[in-house]
Each structure stands twice: as C-alpha cells, then as structure tokens.
C-alpha cells in the first residue's frame, strides 16, 4: 500500500498589518488558498495576523514574483498552536515603554530544529527599566554595558535589548506572541512601580554553556584548539576563549550558525 505523502505547511508574519494586508490582497488575486491566525484579542499589542499556507502555495507565489508585492518575517514550517489566544484584551499602560511591537525575523530555532526563533523591534526603549527587571527578576543575567538582561522562561532563551527582544524557542506564533506580551506586562508594570524598587545592576549568573554549545556545529573539529564543541563551548561560557574561536562558523560553512551564536553570547556580558 502506498504511503500517504506529508503535505508540508509554511507559516509567516508581518512588521506591519498593511504588509500582511497587502500578502492576503496578492494570494487572493492569484487564487492560492491560505489560512490565517490572528494575535486578536489578547495579543493585539504584539502581533499582526500570520499566514499559513502549504509549500507548493509558497513556491508559486514565489515563482510569479508575488514576494515583492509584500515585506515579511521569512517562512517556516507551520507547527499549530498549542493554547489559544486569550479572549480578554490585553492590559493598558499610562506609560508604555515599549511601543509599538513589531516581529522583524521568523527563522528556525537552531538550538532546537523543532521551533522558531523570532527577533521583535520595539518602537520605545526598555533601557531605563532593565536595571528595575533585574531586580525583580534574580534568575535573570544582565549586562550593564551591552545593556541585555536575559532570562529563561522554561525552555526558552529570552534576551532583552533597548530597541528588540530575541526569543528562542518557541513552540509556535501565538506562543511567540505568549512571550512578547509577558515581556509587554513585565517591562511596564515593573515600571510603573519603580519608585518601590532598588534598581539592580548586578550581573548573576549566566544561562548554562549548554546555550552556547546547542549554537556550535557540533562537528568536534578542534579548529579551535578544544578536543570538543562541548569544551570549547564551557572555556567561552568562563570567559577563557573568544566565541570568534569558532572557525567553522566564523570562517567556515557554518556561517548560518553566527547571529544565534553572537547573540547569546553577547547576552551573557561577553563580547563575541
């Protein structure tokens, strides 16, 4: 008996809503079939809806040039969601320090093949509130001169910058959308209370060498010097070796591995 063939689902987002408007406007004119997910209610203030179609719709939308009518996050495999949007809406804030919320990057995780990382441009600054974070969260790392505070929720690595937040991780978009609107809530109700709290500019202790080593190639070259990726990842994460050491994906052809690598490097309170 035959075996039924996997059909193999794609899944983008939008900066914008005009730009999703404006992908939903062109498969529309072409006939391509697309299904969408939309963050409303209860994460109206991270996202925009996401499209999900099937490959082949992809690659004939690719092939008549329809990925210039639109700018979008990049596609990848649809996973569904596993909890659904909240039916509330989201809270409102006297002072929002974090504006506008805008998903830039969609790409798989490449510490885990099986979910996405997501990089969010902020249209406010969290700088003046991270130090207050700090505080309040004592599981978190923060790098007062990188200005990053990282932290874990769960499984997932969480990195904050002034102007973006970089997730990795997640399940799925609304999970993804679960992360940004818990970053919104923690970001301004910490402060709004900042006149309770002590701001703390300690750096704790760093997410473990794992984070680094899952972001190597894992091939034990020992171009670096180390008889493993796993060593080479432990000297970096105490400070011993540069990640630059990494031939293969500062030099090499694993070039795809860099931004993951510097960016949870640099979390860290190292310079890459």
């Not at 885990?112 to 974070?133: E, N, T, V």
């Not at 690595?157 to 399940?171: E, F, H, I, Q, S």
């Not at 997410?207 to 080593?213: G, R």
Request: aromatic share 8%.
């Amino acid at each position: 008996m035959k075996e039924a063939s996997h059909t193999v689902r794609l899944i983008t987002t939008f900066g914008r809503r005009s730009e999703f408007e404006k992908a939903a406007a062109r498969l529309q004119a072409l006939g391509l079939p697309y299904e969408t997910i939309s963050p409303e209610p209860g994460y109206a203030r991270v996202g925009v809806p996401a499209l999900v179609v099937e490959q082949k719709v992809r690659l004939e939308l690719a092939a008549r040039d329809g990925d210039s009518d639109f700018v979008h996050a990049g596609w990848v495999e649809f996973r569904a969601p596993r909890r659904p949007v909240p039916a509330e809406p989201p809270p409102e804030f006297a002072e929002d320090l974090v504006g506008e919320v805008a998903i830039m990057v969609l790409a798989p995780c490449v510490a885990d093949k099986s979910r996405m990382r997501f990089i969010a441009h902020l249209g406010g600054s969290l700088a003046p509130a991270l130090p207050y974070l700090n505080a309040e969260l004592p599981e978190a790392c923060y790098n007062p001169k990188g200005e990053t505070l990282t932290f874990m929720d769960r499984y997932r690595l969480v990195t904050l910058y002034p102007y973006r937040v970089v997730v990795a991780k997640n399940d799925d978009i609304v999970d993804g959308w679960r992360v940004l609107e818990l970053v919104r809530r923690r970001i301004n109700e910490t402060w709004a209370r900042r006149r309770e709290i002590a701001p703390c500019y300690q750096t704790r202790e760093k997410p473990p060498a794992l984070e680094i080593y899952k972001r190597l190639p894992k091939t034990n070259c020992r171009a670096c010097g180390q008889l493993t990726c796993l060593a080479f990842a432990v000297m970096v994460h105490d400070g011993e070796l540069p990640a630059s050491k990494c031939k293969p994906v500062f030099e090499g052809d694993c070039g795809h591995l860099r931004d993951a690598l510097v960016e949870v490097v640099a979390a860290m309170g190292m310079t890459p």
